[in-house]
């Protein structure tokens, strides 16, 4: 229409309009940080409606869930509440989707349970015992190692022996064992009927390479695909997409930046965007040279320090912005000094009419805002991390899941793994053997109260046991199938509050966490939808967690890691603990290539910010078991010239708190 081709005039400029209206195939975008790549793709997907592609027809894969619900809200504003019709959200998201639907034909269950780290660290426990691997003394391989390796095999594609052999040379007499526990974990997983969140990627693509049937209809399913920073993408997510991209009408837009690819240690590798053209022959490549986020000031530094990667696509971003600050260079005498000169800077930018909502801290590691936190907390500043303990994997609502999770799925295990041992006087191998019989049952509630089970229950601990029993049945009459909710208060009802005070710190915050719950799951009509998307929420990408004080929707500064900080912009960015040893980090160099991803992580840092960037360091920091140590400033600072930023004189600058001393 024409006031569509109005707003495509107005608001993109001519190579963004060029690559989001290209024909149909394969399209590849690959430009750098702030260059409307998120516009682009989200003009495309109104363009495509607009020219009568069904909504529904088209999958729009996002890295995380925020960056998938702002897009299709942008999309709203330009094409109306069709918007909502379009399938979109992370690999995992849409993966959980189809899976829901086709699970039989890889031989699951629809009601299938997503286990997450945790859960997925307890079942290769068991899993390593199964293949005789526990006890064999303090080297043995830990759970969380193979976890990691098991599911670092699946994400690029290689035979876990070979990387076995590689990473772990001093397994030698394990390496058998392992896989044997690799296989194990697997049948676990299955009999649980339980899938981790590789299986969500994993069997959505055996939906396709191994089944004609359903791929035909994934390819009709799906008429256009569009990836957002592909350049995070692992071998099965690119495989995943261009397969489905060529069963169906071989239409897939791909976006991303090689230089701001941080997810190596996930599988995720730049190439998988460079070689896009590669692999799919004829497509089209569309680069973008206009950053219209950053000032030219900020554009010149971040440029001058991607460029000192020896890998990587070479690209210039030009401002188009009007100039501004050049960064600014900071360092405090000490770690505390650096927060409160945070704190104060913040509050200053407040004064000036910049509100805490627009200025973000990006940290390299959730531990290195520990400091801020609680400076923030003293100061009565508020702010929203995001990062760190997320609000699905605290104990207390994992527990409470737990018992909505074996009502979705009675063949749980980990689930029941969870509720049994939170009864006094069932401890691993009671909690064991009780679930045995719950797994060998039709019916959970008759494998519970079987004279078998009973002869496991301490005498003084029946009452608690019937209880618990009843417990299980009442939630089962709030109906949890339609109404979670309901379910949730049952909970609450019955014994758990007791089992919550006997066991945590703070228990009327955790069972008012708990109501809490109960009101997101009234927005639900089932209990599969809601335990899905809770487990789904507790994946990586990000729930936020509130700081003391701070209102769900008032102004609060954000927190959060640099990884978190993806494809997101703030007016004020403050990038802190930029120290030798801390960022980049000595772990991340001694890995081939550790440097160059270290890089592009401040690079991703760096681009976010829009009118004014700040970068801090401590003098001096404290390291467990060394004391006090000076520290030198990162190299990520020292190695861009110095006239693209300003060393700011704090000293001077600002009446910071020098004299107060030291503080515990
Ligand atoms: P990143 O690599 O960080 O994900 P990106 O390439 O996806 O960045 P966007 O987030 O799409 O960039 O755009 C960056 C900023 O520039 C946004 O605020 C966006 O609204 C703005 N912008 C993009 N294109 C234009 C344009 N043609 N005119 C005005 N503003 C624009
Ligand atoms: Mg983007």
Not at 17 to 24: F, I, K, N, Q
Not at 397 to 412: E, F, G, S, T, W
Not at 497 to 524: C, F, N, T, W
Request: net charge negative; hydrophobic share 40%.
């Amino acid at each position: 229409s024409d006031r569509l081709r109005e707003r495509f005039e107005r608001e993109l400029n001519e190579a963004q309009r060029l690559a989001a209206t290209a024909p149909d195939g394969f399209n590849l975008i690959l430009a750098g940080p702030g260059s409307g790549k998120t516009r682009v793709i989200t003009y495309r997907v109104a363009y495509l409606i607009a020219r009568g592609v069904a909504p529904e027809s088209i999958l729009l894969v996002t890295f995380t869930r925020r960056a998938a619900r702002e897009m299709i809200s942008r999309l709203e504003g330009i094409i109306g509440p069709k918007a909502m019709k379009v399938w979109a959200g992370t690999f995992h998201h849409v993966g959980n989707r189809i899976l829901r639907k086709s699970a039989r034909a890889v031989g699951y269950d629809p009601n299938f349970t997503i286990l997450d780290g945790e859960d997925q660290r307890d079942l290769v426990k068991l899993a390593l015992e199964d293949a005789g691997l526990v006890g064999t003394g303090r080297y043995a391989p830990k759970p969380a190692t193979v976890q990691h390796l098991i599911s670092f095999a699946f994400n690029v594609k290689r035979p876990l022996a070979e990387l076995i052999a590689e990473r772990h040379p001093d397994w030698i007499g394990w390496a058998e064992q392992v896989e044997a526990a690799a296989a194990a974990y697997e049948r676990r997983k299955r009999a649980s009927n339980c899938m981790d969140y590789d299986d969500l990627l994993g069997l959505w693509s055996r939906l396709i390479t191994e089944n004609e049937e359903q791929r035909s209809a994934l390819g009709r399913m799906f008429r256009h695909l569009l990836v957002d920073e592909m350049q995070d993408t692992n071998l099965v997510q690119v495989e995943l997409v261009e397969a489905i991209a060529r069963a169906g009408e071989g239409n897939l837009t791909a976006v991303g930046d090689d230089a701001q690819s941080i997810y190596k240690f996930r599988g995720a590798h730049y190439d998988n965007i460079l070689k896009f053209p590669e692999r799919n022959p004829g497509s089209q490549v569309f680069r973008l040279e206009t950053n219209y986020r950053s000032t030219p000031e900020i554009v010149a530094f971040t440029n001058a320090s991607i460029s000192k990667n020896a890998s990587g696509f070479p690209k210039t971003l030009v401002s188009a912005r009007e100039g501004g600050p050049r960064p600014v260079v900071v360092a405090t005498a000490d770690a505390y000094e650096e927060a409160d000169l945070i704190c104060q800077q913040v509050l200053d930018w407040r004064e000036e009419g910049i509100g805490l909502s627009r200025v973000a801290v990006l940290y390299r590691n959730h531990h290195d805002s520990i400091l801020l936190q609680g400076e923030l907390a003293q100061r009565g500043i508020p702010y929203t991390v995001r990062s760190g303990m997320r609000f699905f994997e605290q104990a207390h609502i994992k527990d409470v899941m737990a018992y909505l999770r074996v009502q979705a799925n009675p063949k749980d295990e980990p689930a029941w793994a969870r509720l049994l041992p939170l009864l006094p006087g069932i401890g691993p191998a009671k909690s064991s053997a009780i679930r045995a019989n719950i797994m060998a049952s039709e019916n959970p509630i008759v494998a519970l109260e079987s004279p078998e089970a009973m002869k496991l229950v301490p005498v003084k601990s029946k009452g608690e046991f019937a209880a618990f029993v009843a417990d299980l049945r009442s939630i089962r009459k709030a109906e949890p199938e339609s109404n979670p909710s309901a379910a949730i208060l049952a909970v609450l009802k019955g014994g758990y509050p007791g089992v919550a005070k006997a066991r945590y710190e703070h228990p009327d915050q955790r069972l008012a966490d708990v109501e809490q719950l109960s009101v997101l799951a009234a927005r639900y009509d089932s209990l599969d939808k809601f335990v899905a998307d809770m487990l789904l929420a507790g994946d990586v990408y990000g729930m936020d967690s509130l700081g003391e004080g701070a209102e769900p929707d008032g102004e609060q500064l954000v927190l959060s890691t640099i990884h978190q900080a993806k494809g997101l912009e703030w007016f004020r960015v403050i990038v802190p603990r930029l120290v030798e040893h801390g960022f980049p980090g000595d772990r991340a160099l001694a890995e081939s290539g550790g440097e160059d991803e270290e890089r592009r992580v401040f690079y991703v840092a760096v681009t976010r910010a829009m009118d004014e960037l700040w970068l801090t360091y401590p003098l001096m920091v404290t390291r467990p078991g060394q004391g006090s140590i000076l520290t030198s400033p990162s190299r990520f600072v020292t190695e861009v010239d110095p006239a693209l930023y300003e060393v700011a004189d704090i000293e001077s600058e600002n009446d910071l708190a020098w004299t107060e001393g030291p503080r515990a």
